[in-house]
Every structure is written in structure tokens, then in C-alpha cells.
């Protein structure tokens, strides 16, 4: 299969280190001088731009966290002025706000690259439509994918999420050769093809892109067979880019990071020391090629392990394993990223008590989240009407603000489980690991 860039994705260790060394000095310098928050968390640390001689010395500079996004939030981490920005997205903060990331055009083009390797490491060329049904808007998902297709030369059909009937259409009116979406949603496009007889052959599809959620090689086969094709994972994360910072290829054996632009590390998430290849601890990542928002050592709460061997398909990029989990309380429903901190904010504002139990399900392969509330004795009321009319505000507030549908079922006062520790707010009853 090809290889989109071989002099970067096959270079030698050395090379790929003198790369690194390059780029990580230049982004520390960019982020000392440009960033405000950065001059001084280096300051305190007494690490200065000019001790980052090699990669190796990484290790010397502070990690950078999600709240630190919130605390200097919208734009207080970019290194550029609003003039050089041409993009922004945002993905869920821990509470009320949005976390939210910008681009320089050159941004664009190193996410649009990384997009494209993926694209490329599935067989794919100019001549594959891609079929985009990833959600656009403040998500990456949809537009990274969408630049990734264009800037490979494919064509891009920029379907989005939702209509399932349509989608099936789509795929056999306009040919789709390659299908980006998550696995969950793939499986369901699968399931509704099978159920509603229409035949593999009527389908142009040869393989899939799937990502930001969890998902087995269980699941991968399953929607193989489903949609006749080949599954491919594909991992990233808005405040490191996007899609594409790590992708499968036909090796099926983790995944390649494009460690030229997103430089990782595996930490251990109490001592924060970098672990050895092999063993599973916290992925760390450090935008060495980005402009307007270089984030030092961000620490992602994914948890997997990498691996610097050689790949069978000819790359030598460390390979990521899938995540198998999070050192944080972070829930992906369909894909979108839910904190139980942001479903508390919700209640609150409603003016509910904070007692609440969050239970995650899949339903014919779709995530389902429930929230059983505690009614106040203040707002309880017996009358069906007024109760469901309350019910109906608070599920337009959650989705409001998760950007995912919650279903509210109140329950009476004093009902749900206290605990004496830590609560136990989550039932997470997906078989996923
Ligand atoms: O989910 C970006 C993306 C879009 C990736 C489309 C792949 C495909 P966020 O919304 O910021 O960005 O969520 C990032 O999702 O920290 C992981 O916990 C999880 N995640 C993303 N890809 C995978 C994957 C996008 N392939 C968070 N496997 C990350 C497991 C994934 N988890």
C-alpha cells in the first residue's frame, strides 16, 4: 500500500530526532515569547528556551493540562494575533466552557497532511470519494477528514451525520469508496444496510476510517462484514489538532503517529516520569509543528503504550495502541465527549439538587445516556403535565450544552445511592474493552 510521505512516515530514528530536535526548538521559543502563560510556567519551572537542545531534553519542560485551556479561555494560549487565525473549533470542557482551539493556514495544512497520511495508509489515492459522515461544525471530526480527502486530491462528500436512509442512498448514487465516520455509527449504517436488504454489491465501499471513540477489533470485524470493507481506527484530539495525529495502517498493529508534527510520550500518571516503550500510561503530546496554539506536554488522559519497532508496512513512526481507557472521568457518547462535571453545571443552573446517577448503555449499537435526577421538594409537583414539562427543559438544557441527547427521569428525594466516599455518579454498562 502507499505511503504518503516516505522521507518523513520510513526516516531512520536519527533523522526523525534531528527533525524533532528542530521543530521542538523552534515551538518552545514561539510559545516563551508569544505565550504569557508559557514564559511564566517555564520561568517558575527556570528552564529556558535555549536548554532545549535535542528532543531528549522534552523532559525538562512543564506539562500543560486541559483546565489550563479553561482557565485562559478562548484564546489565551494562542501565539499568534486573531489576524493569523483562519479556523477555530471547540470541544467539551470539564464544565460550562468549551475548550477551544485555533488554526494558522499553516495549521490547516499540517492537520489536512496528517488527515491525508491516514487517508493514504487504507490504499486510498486521488481517485477515492470519501464519504464524510463525522458531524461538522465545532467537532473536528468532519472537517479534518474533509480536508485530509482534499488535500490528498480525493473528493470529499461532506454528508455529516444523521439521516441514515440517506446515507445508504448517498453511497450508491455517488459511488463512495471510503467511509469516515466512528465505529459506532459505522455499525449502524452496517446493521440498517443488512436489515433493509440492500446487497454488498450495490455498494462502491472498500474501507472505513473510524475514530474518537473507543472501540475492539470485536467491533472491527463486525462492521467489516457488515458494510464489505476494511476497518481502520484513526485517532486525535481538538487540542492537538484533530483527526489524523495517529491512524491505522493495513498491519492493523496500533497506530502510526505523525510524530513529525505531534511529538508523544507515555508517562505514569501519579509520578509523571516517562515510561518505556510497552507499557501503558498517560499519552503525552507536544505540538511541534503547530503555530497558534503550541501546547507544551499536554497531558490527553488517554491511556496505551507505545512502540518504536519497525512496522511490517514499511513506516517507521512510533505506533500508538488503542487507548484502553482514561486516567479522568471523561465519557465519549456517539462520539462527543461528556465530563459528569459538565452534566452537574447543567443541574445546577436548573436549579436541581446535585444528587444524580449517570447511566451509559448501547441500544442496537447506539450509545444511550440516562440521567436519574433527584426531585427538589420545592419543584415537586404531581401534576404528569408539569412534570414532563420540567423533564422537557432539562433535556434542552443537557443537550444544550453536551451537544448529546440526555434522557431525565426524576426520581424521589432521598432515592439515589449516598455514599460515604467518593460518590459514585457513572454506570458506564457498554461491553467496550
Ligand atoms: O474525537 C477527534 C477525532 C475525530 C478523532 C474523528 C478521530 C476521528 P475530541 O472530540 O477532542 O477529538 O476527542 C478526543 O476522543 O482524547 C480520546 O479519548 C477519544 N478518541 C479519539 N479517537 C479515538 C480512537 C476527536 N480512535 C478524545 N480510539 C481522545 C479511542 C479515541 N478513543
Known sequence: MGIFKPEVECASRDEMKAL???RLKKMVKNAYENVPFYKQKLDEA???????QSIDDIVKLPFTLKTDLRDNFPYGLFAVPNSELVRIHASSGTT????VVGYTKNDIDVWSESAARAIVATGGSKDDIVHISYGYGLFT????????AE???ATAIPVST???????????????????????????LGEYRRDNNIPLESLKLRAGIFGAEPWTDEMRKQIEALLGIEAYDIYGL??????????????????????????PEVIDPETLEPLPDGEIGELVFTC???????LVRYRTRDLCSLNHEKCACGRTTVRMSKPVGRSDDMLIIRGVNVFPSQIEHVLLQEGMQPNYLITVDRVNNLDTLTVDVEMNLDTFSDTVKDLEKAKKKLEAAMQSTLNVHASIRFVEYGTLPRSEGKAKRVIDKRKIK
Not at 460550562?96 to 475548550?99: H, L, S
Not at 511541534?288 to 503550541?294: D, N, Q, S, T, W
Open 238 to 263: 481538538s487540542e492537538i489538532a484533530g483527526p489524523g495525529v495517529s491512524f491505522d495502517c493495513e498491519c492493523h498493529n496500533g497506530m502510526h503517529v505523525n510524530e513529525d508534527y505531534f511529538y
Open 288 to 294: 511541534i509543528g503547530k503555530e497558534a496554539l503550541p
Open 162 to 188: 444523521g439521516n441514515t436512509a440517506r446515507q445508504l442512498q448517498i453511497f450508491q448514487d455517488f459511488g463512495s469508496t471510503v467511509l469516515c465516520c466512528t465505529p459506532s455509527y459505522a455499525l449502524y
Open 141 to 148: 471530526g468532519g472537517l479534518g477528514l474533509h480536508y485530509g
Open 96 to 99: 460550562g466552557k468549551q475548550t
Open 151 to 153: 488535500y490528498l486530491g
Open 46 to 52: 527556570g528552564v529556558s528556551p535555549d536548554d532545549i
Open 20 to 22: 524533532q530536535t528542530e
